[in-house]
């Protein structure tokens, strides 16, 4: 077992209607003044934006708002909120939404503090030293982003969707009310079954170590994964299992999983960052894409962990199996499987890798990662 | 699933040597002086304390200390350490040891910021709502005291083996450096292999919901130390399995097993505080002798979570078989399973009893455990 610090400061308020509280929660922190950070406005057609401005509005919090949040976030946006921010001197950002609020909520967070260009922190040019408080109110599981350091955004100018992580972005509070997400579509639950089980085998499998409780975790994860989509793809209105889900979800990528593993890399995600930049695919849909592809061709490095995942997961004794299975399950809950599936032509492939490299440099992977190792890989999509 | 709040805000800094950093994770607090809790003087043999010393001299941090502090620790010594403080005006309680140092660290850090008797909190006649930093440096994996908030300790004048539950006094910092619990006694080890089930079994049975990953959290945990336990009676110095082992320890305790259960109660803690408390039998020794007795008379009021506990665990079809086989476990790496095995006589069990009654009341689940129930528990083991 490796050597590892666990550190996670986030409260999770789990439940329902507990966005009733979230001007509560703010109080308690001593914070008078939020940025409000929202996507599309469908938090106004469920009410879940009047709910939050009441809080608020009977704990004394004043707000200013960023709407118009978009799935893969964009830096122009964020940009937008660093300056509200600044302008009208805010204490605290809280975003209300899915991954991509959250995520531009960490940025701002992190930006407002910060003299430069608030990208440095994101291509390794500096580094977070101090934030904002966030707060959340959560109405998609999916990314961990309530109770995680981690935010991915997408440079609109260079085309790159890089990310960064820091315990000073996590949120202070994250309001997770299952009810709020059971509005989901069947497509986009699949896509966040997904990106939960592609949280929970990055490290899975890449880790140097492979202590048995940590493995047994994140089979855990799968497991209960795999077992609430489906209930949920039956029947939308189960709360047990909604709310299994959105625990599961925070589980797989809150720092849990990964400890006394030595850490391991982020392939898939670092693939599939290139097909969201370039094609706008959901992000859960491409993994579907690139997560099969990448475990038939890495399968042979670790042998042992794949055959695990074959035996406890889908009980069968035989390693690609396992992959095939998986393969399969995406398949059947609706995520495409191909880059043909996901609307990618094959004349797509170079640009990519070339994409996907890039980032790969970044994050320290790129002697693993070539161009023509990516290319290897997608051409297994 | 139930609502439920998880925060944790402890951080742990886990693996070999951190110790030599306790100094510096104090300091990070902006904290110059500190108690100095710990026992016997065995990490004077040991030279645990000598580099504790360093540590804290190397950033600056002036220290007192208390020593002295026993299992199943005593009132009368927390109220020593309170005094200390408050003379000393030291600023934050540093205990170095196991759960019982840890304990009455957490009691002296929330006694000193109380102007009655620290016993009120146990007794529920005051709420903490101030404490002291705590840190900790841990030698002993059982009772999670390191990223929690609880903390048991003993009223050497009434008898009364009774705890206190805030996250007011989780740890800043704990260092857990598995190596420091490498000479733990084979008897200890396998007491708290016993303490570490119990921890995570009393939820798992006694809870009004049970959300599959919860059971599958737990179950992972109780596989761990089932298999690590004997790994580490065969060969004390194998560093993964101790690691594995103290890692499943805090996992068992720290908020996370209970979350979206609806809670549980701790009937088998308990009545064993009564039999430490009367018969200083060590927690987890206790613990072996009262829980095979308790799940036998339980079984038949959860009988779907005992059936699952015995085909997760043991792979038996027959839910006593399951209890069967724990009992044997316990037996079999070295844990009395009856009170004659751990000294006690039967005429004891009405005294037993009584006491345990006392806790039951405190506790609110006297509607439960009443004394004749505890006799007819006590009488099966």
Redesign the interface.
């Given at each position: 077992?490796?050597?590892?610090?666990?550190?996670?400061?986030?409260?999770?308020?789990?439940?329902?209607e507990?966005e009733n509280n979230i001007g509560q929660y703010i109080k308690e922190s001593n914070i008078e003044s939020v940025l409000l950070a929202y996507g599309s406005g469908s938090i106004k057609k469920s009410g879940l934006y009047e709910r939050v401005i009441a809080s608020l509005k009977s704990h004394g919090i004043s707000y200013e708002e960023l709407d118009g949040v978009v799935s893969n976030p964009l830096l122009s946006r964020v940009n937008d909120g660093i300056k509200i921010v600044k302008e009208k001197k805010l204490q605290a950002v809280l975003g209300v939404g899915g991954g991509s609020v959250v995520d531009s909520a960490k940025a701002i967070a992190a930006g407002v503090k910060y003299d430069g260009d608030v990208w440095d922190f994101f291509i390794n040019k500096a580094q977070i030293t101090e934030a904002l408080p966030v707060f959340t109110v959560m109405t998609l599981a999916a990314t961990a982003s309530e109770m995680n350091g981690n935010a991915v955004i997408m440079n609109d100018e260079t085309k790159q969707k890089y990310s960064i992580a820091s315990v000073l972005v996590n949120p202070v509070v994250s309001v997770v009310n299952?009810e709020l997400m059971a509005t989901v579509s069947k497509d986009y639950l699949a896509y966040s079954a997904v990106d939960i089980i592609a949280h929970s085998i990055e490290v899975y499998f890449t880790a140097s170590?492979h202590?048995?409780?940590n493995s047994?975790?994140v089979e855990?994860?799968v497991?209960?994964v795999i077992?609430t989509t489906e209930i949920l793809l039956e029947n939308p209105d189960d709360?047990?299992a909604r709310?299994?889900f959105a625990?599961?979800a925070i589980?797989a990528l809150n720092g849990?999983t990964p400890?006394?593993t030595g850490g391991g890399s982020f392939p898939n995600h670092m693939i599939e960052h290139s097909l969201s930049a370039i094609y706008n695919v959901a992000h859960g849909a491409g993994l579907a894409v690139v997560m099969p592809a990448w475990m038939k061709w890495y399968e042979t490095q670790n042998p042992a962990q794949f055959k695990r995942f074959a035996k406890e997961i889908f009980n069968e004794e035989d390693s690609s199996k396992g992959i095939e299975k998986l393969e399969a399950w995406f398949a059947k809950i609706g995520a495409p499987t191909t880059l043909k599936a996901a609307g990618i032509p094959r004349s797509g492939i170079q640009e990519l890798a070339i994409n996907a490299n890039e980032l790969a440099c970044i994050w320290s992977i790129d002697n693993i990662y070539s161009k023509d190792t990516i290319v290897e890989i997608l051409e297994k999509a």
């Open positions: 077992m490796n050597d590892f610090i666990y550190y996670n400061p986030t409260k999770i308020e789990f439940g329902k507990k299952p170590t202590p048995n409780f047994r975790i855990s994860i497991k209960t077992q709360y047990d709310a299994e625990w599961v589980q849990l400890a006394g």
